[in-house]
């Protein structure tokens, strides 16, 4: 069975440009989650999708948003790229519709890096 | 005070040892609890979950105690292999898990 997808591997952007990250979870898992995790940091959650609607946000600044496809597949957009939006995005899922207690399988992440 | 805590180590201990983290929470409520592990600029891989009764998978074994809110992992006859990072992960409820830092192992030849 194949696991958590993630384009592209790395993505390198200017300050001020747009990026947009993909994610495909793993068959049958409705919920995706996506974190940022810079050099030498922990992970930091950003959004959780599931069944298509925005369940919970981190404490990121509106310019990232996403959306859940109804495929489950999930897209990662930040706008107006800074600096210090450099780090590794990694993506998860998990089983349907479960508010908790379920295991969450990440993909191998994006490495975005902004100059 | 962190919602979820760890101790960063680096824990350096030669092959063979036995070697134990712990990772405390602040919320009480919390209701189900995860350990990952993270090689050098890869993703986490979950590990094993935490059950109240505790649980063991090989070399591994994680207990739960609420009481004082922490969890702990216990490796026996530790391996090379095992050096990476250990993520503690709880979640509240609500759509909302939190992740430790991480505790760094180095097992040494």
């Known amino acids: 069975e194949a696991g958590v997808t993630q384009s592209p591997t790395h993505l390198i952007k200017t300050r001020g440009q747009q990026a947009t990250l993909r994610c495909s979870p793993i068959?049958?898992?409705?919920?995706v989650y996506w974190y940022q995790q810079a050099l030498g940091l922990g992970l930091q959650f950003l959004l959780w999708?599931?069944?298509?609607?925005?369940?919970n946000r981190g404490n990121f600044p509106p310019r990232f948003s996403g959306r859940q496809f109804p495929n489950y597949s999930s897209e990662l957009n930040v706008n107006a790229l800074e600096l210090e939006d450099s780090a590794l995005y990694l993506c998860?899922?998990?089983?349907?519709?479960?508010?908790?207690?379920?295991?969450?399988?990440f993909g191998p992440g994006t490495r975005l890096t902004v100059t | 005070r962190k919602e979820v805590e760890q101790d960063p180590g680096p824990f350096n201990v030669p092959e063979g040892a036995t070697v134990a983290f712990n990772c405390t929470y602040s919320n009480s409520a919390s209701q189900s609890f995860f350990w990952y592990r993270q090689d050098c600029r890869k993703e986490p891989k979950l590990l094993m979950s935490v059950y109240s009764s505790g649980n063991e998978d090989g070399r591994f074994t994680a207990q739960l105690n609420r009481a004082s809110q922490y969890i702990s992992l216990l490796i026996r006859d530790s391996k090379l292999s095992d050096s990476a990072t250990y993520l503690c992960?709880?979640?509240?409820?609500?759509?909302?898990?939190?992740f430790g830092t991480g505790t760094r192992l180095k097992v040494l030849a």
């Open positions: 999708y599931d069944e298509g609607e925005e369940r």
């Open positions: 998860a899922s998990s089983s349907p519709g479960q508010v908790t207690g379920y295991e969450q399988y």
């Open positions: 992960v709880v979640n509240q409820g609500t759509y909302k898990y939190i």
């Open positions: 068959s049958g898992h409705t919920s």
